[in-house]
C-alpha cells in the first residue's frame, strides 16, 4: 500500500517552521495552485502558531510512503 502526503511548509514570525499535512492529496499537484493556497493562507492570517503568524513560505513536498504489512505465523 502506498500513502500520499503533501506538507506546506512556512515561516513563522519567530523564524521557525510549521507544517500543514493534507492526507490523499489530489493528483497531479499544480505548483501554482499550491503557491497561491499558500500565500492566500499567509495573507489572510488563517493561522496563528505558537510561534507567531505565518510570515512566508518555505516549500512544498509531496511525500511518498510504501507500508507493507508483515504477515505474522
Given at each position: 500500500?502506498?500513502?500520499?502526503?503533501?506538507?506546506?511548509?512556512?515561516?513563522?514570525?519567530?523564524?521557525?517552521?510549521f507544517t500543514i499535512n493534507i492526507d490523499t492529496p489530489l493528483?497531479?499537484?499544480?505548483?501554482?495552485?499550491?503557491?497561491?493556497?499558500?500565500?492566500?493562507?499567509?495573507?489572510?492570517?488563517?493561522?496563528?502558531?505558537?510561534?507567531?503568524?505565518?510570515?512566508?513560505?518555505?516549500?512544498?513536498?509531496?511525500v511518498t510512503k510504501t507500508v507493507q504489512e508483515i504477515q505474522?505465523?
Amino acid at each position: 500500500m502506498m500513502d500520499k502526503n503533501l506538507q506546506l511548509v512556512f515561516l513563522t514570525a519567530n523564524d521557525k517552521s510549521f507544517t500543514i499535512n493534507i492526507d490523499t492529496p489530489l493528483e497531479p499537484i499544480d505548483p501554482l495552485k499550491v503557491n497561491d493556497c499558500m500565500n492566500t493562507i499567509i495573507a489572510n492570517d488563517l493561522i496563528t502558531t505558537p510561534n507567531g503568524s505565518l510570515v512566508g513560505i518555505k516549500g512544498a513536498y509531496l511525500v511518498t510512503k510504501t507500508v507493507q504489512e508483515i504477515q505474522l505465523g
